[in-house]
Nanobody, 123 residues
Framework: QAQLVESGGGLVQAGGSLRLSCAAS????????MGWFRQAPGKEREFVATISWSGATTIYADSVKGRFTVSRDNAKNTVYLQMNSLKPEDTAVYYCAARRGTYSASLATYHSWGQGTQVTVSS
């Protein structure tokens, strides 16, 4: 299984932007669908976005639609999450994950997870 490492998190003011990266090693992820999830303190981990293996299909949670963009560069074995117009409610630890087969919003179907990167949005 691929090892996934997220980076790019940090502290940003409301309205600002961040770009998260998820770099894979040990195995190519070009045939995997990839997902981004987040977990805020005291809350369950929730779906943010998913992208098909080719990048042709993306799906977003309603809460981030129009503000976040997921993309991938299979040549670099990396997936990205561009986050714009950030809100305090976007504060969470963000995780990337990989799954075989088609894209999915169900975190239970993902088999490889990164360790997460903290995103904090101040008001």
């Amino acid at each position: 299984q691929a090892q996934l490492v997220e980076s790019g998190g940090g502290l940003v003011q409301a309205g600002g932007s961040l770009r998260l990266s998820c770099a894979a090693s040990g195995q190519t992820i070009s045939s995997y669908s990839m997902g981004w999830f987040r977990q805020a303190p005291g809350k369950e981990r929730e779906f943010v976005a998913t992208i098909s293996w080719s990048g042709a299909t993306t799906i977003y949670a309603d809460s981030v639609k129009g503000r976040f963009t997921v993309s991938r560069d299979n040549a670099k074995n990396t997936v990205y999450l561009q986050m714009n117009s950030l809100k305090p409610e976007d504060t969470a630890v963000y995780y990337c994950a990989a799954r075989r087969g088609t894209y999915s919003a169900s975190l239970a179907t993902y088999h490889s997870w990164g360790q997460g990167t903290q995103v904090t949005v101040s008001s």
